[in-house]
């Protein structure tokens, strides 16, 4: 476990944290076991940060609230079709309570994306795929108004001390900003909390434009 | 949304909770969409049932821990290439954390199985699925010694109040009872647990002869 999830887009790497995972698994690394682990959670998660910038990663968000899984998604033609990748979303329920309450997330949420390798063959299933073995990388965006420019920022897990920052010119940030549906995330792709958005009319222009832009809209 | 799970396994009707779900809709009926209300949780829930031994359905499950997540999981030939199906699994915190001490399920243990919908064309995404829409079906699992034979129970969800039980002549108690990992549940497919499972030996004698029997071994 633990093969590195990047995204390689147009020759740049770039994460893509919160649904849209477009990963591909560049070498092995250490694993991160221990962020997994099913920690007993305590008191609620705050971002905190090392004297080096880096973020904490949050050890419980397995005990998180859950919004979505993709399975192999990508903007772009997938490369490999012998390898598959599973991504499963989570985020602190202080934010998941209050998006309930206003359509929008509200300083301090904490958004992780889990990447989890897809297998086919096991026990008794012989089609589709299943959840297995361990992580394949984290990555983790949070809003942090009074920290970031643009109130939000993506963060690699490399250990279950450290989540080091991407910079402001990574593509995650231009591409969230460009297309997700609330807040800068992807919650077109969360299907519990995207018809509360739509109630609350919380989506974003740049999302409501693209909607419109469809065929047959 | 509200396409009817079932599972058709050689000619015969079965459920089959806790992450192989095995399903094809059969039909529409009426949606579960109340039931997957985000509501707020309140107090731990306990199963609860009707004169009529109905199980009222858990409304904050997905508030639960999750578990896992497959796609198109089948034991059978794929019949329909084009239809595509997530599954979720979420289990009761209160069982949850007594799984992490003891690797195994207490009384009153309650997970649910969601069917979600697969889109794989939506917004920036091109390849790939990602979930999309309403509820396919709920199926409940249930731990309740006292009251079933086997001590579990599934139950199929027909609204926000009202979930039948399946006979237990259904397939999923016989499938479930020679093929889990674990107390009668696919732990191989929750891949936080398998681990706990296995250092704390919980394994059941059947899963552990599957797996000694695998080619390799």
Redesign the interface.
Known sequence: MGSRVRVVVAGTVACCAA??VLAYPMHDRTAHAAV?A?A?SGAPYTPSYTKDGDLVPPVQY??W??L???????????SNPDMHM?D?V?VN?EA??SF?QTGTWPDKTVMVLEG???ASK?????????????QMGLEIHVKDESRFPGKWAFFDVQSETKATLFPQTANCYS?HAE?A?VDTT?V??????LP?AQKKGTLSAA?TK?LAAQPGK
């Open positions: 649904a849209l997994s099913a007993e397995r005990e609230i859950y979505t899984t993709g399975l192999d998604m990508s903007y772009t033609p997938k599973f499963n989570f329920p998941y309570r309930l989890r390798g897809a096991g026990s008794i299933n012989t089609t589709g795929h299943f959840q297995s073995g361990g591409c297309h549906a992807f077109q792709f969360y299907p519990t909390l509360i999302y693209e």
